[in-house]
């Protein structure tokens, strides 16, 4: 790990102007993913910019929406009552990352700045139509998530919450990767109040999509029966030595089953 | 079941380098055990004792991938049978079927 200057700024706008005097500058959250980059040297900033003296996070519920402010942690979202009831899915989903360090340490504006191709959040995100607060705007999930761990934020933009509407029903099934739990894919499916419905997939692909085909089926009639006969085409999907393509294609099917069936 | 090795096959590179690769299995993957004991002392020295190394370690993958093999009704299924190596022996049957 090479040496940086440490910043641990109390206020938003704080936090902006040291990353804009930073030469080379990262925003620091639960530190999940970022620490291990930088213990192998794969990330070497000079200047490391601590978000966790902003807020304590926290979830908070309205008519609407469900609003959760960036620092609050996997755990606290799973375990918030009221965030439950509204958007189960969400609760499912976050229950579900990684493993209890993870869970307690890692962020939800941590996990959707850093849009990994295989991270829960983004699914969420893109299927309720999320909205992403940031210090200077308010960008909608579907322009948010530009590709693979690119968004767009700019460079000295601080995430500081996530609005979720609240939906009809939510689901999230996923399938972990067996080694890393992170989503080798996950589905997370979102029935809205006017009966439309939106599918996210995350881990199958260099970002999160939807499928169109699958919404048209659901919104006809809202059952895992409805998606029978789908199938995703595998060209474009992930391939590595973990699963190939043509087996994420086939796993996207069951996830979005179960996410129907699961979906309250 | 989740362990193997898999190196690039152009650079010779080990890609299972970590835990977040290589699948070490966690209490959640490992099923309970029910323990026996087969007691044959050596006779040929006062303790009893014997060299014992890996025995069960010799037998139990044998008798898993053959219970694989059994329920999927084909010959051969590579190590380890991680859920996608299962799904890709089932292909052929599933095109058989249809």
Request: a positive charge; glycine letters at 10%.
């Amino acid at each position: 790990m090479e040496n940086f200057a440490y910043h641990r700024p109390a206020k938003v706008a704080d936090a902006v102007k040291a990353m804009k005097k930073a030469k080379d500058g990262k925003f620091l959250s639960g530190g999940h993913t970022l620490i291990p980059a930088l213990k192998q040297g794969l990330a070497n900033p000079t200047d490391l910019i601590d978000l966790s003296g902003l807020n304590k996070g926290g979830v908070k519920v309205g008519a609407k929406s469900v609003t959760v402010s960036a620092g609050t942690a996997h755990a606290d979202v799973a375990a918030d009552k009221g965030l439950k009831k509204a958007i189960p899915g969400v609760a499912i989903l976050a229950g579900g990352i990684g493993d209890p360090h993870v869970r307690h340490r890692g962020t939800i504006g941590g996990s959707v700045a850093n849009n990994d191709p295989a991270a829960d959040y983004p699914s969420a995100c893109l299927a309720l139509g999320a909205t992403i607060h940031t210090s200077e705007r308010k960008i909608p999930a579907e322009k948010f998530f530009t590709g693979m761990f690119s968004t767009a934020l700019k460079s000295s933009e601080v995430i500081t919450a996530v609005e979720f509407p609240i939906p009809k029903k939510s689901g999230y099934a996923k399938f972990p990767n067996p080694a890393s739990l992170y989503a080798m894919v996950g589905v997370f499916v979102a029935q809205m109040g006017d009966g439309s419905v939106r599918v996210a997939v995350t881990g199958a692909g260099p970002g999160v999509f939807r499928v169109p085909e699958m919404e048209a089926a659901l919104a006809k009639n809202f059952s895992a029966k409805s998606l029978e006969g789908l199938s995703v085409k595998s060209k474009g999907l992930n391939s590595d030595m973990h699963a190939s393509a043509e087996y994420r294609a086939h796993l996207i099917g069951v996830m979005a089953r179960r996410a129907v069936t699961a979906a309250k | 079941m989740t362990e193997g090795c898999v190196y690039d096959s152009d650079s010779g590179q080990l890609l299972t380098g970590s835990y977040m690769d290589y699948c070490m299995p966690r209490a959640a993957d490992v099923p309970s055990f029910k323990l026996g004991f087969t007691c044959t002392p050596c006779p040929t020295n006062p303790l009893g004792m014997k060299g014992c190394g890996e025995a069960g370690a010799i037998a139990s993958p044998a008798a898993v991938m053959n219970a694989v093999t059994d329920a999927l009704g084909v010959r051969d299924v590579p190590m380890p049978a991680s859920p996608h190596v299962v799904w890709k022996a089932m292909q052929p049957m599933k095109k058989a079927a249809e």
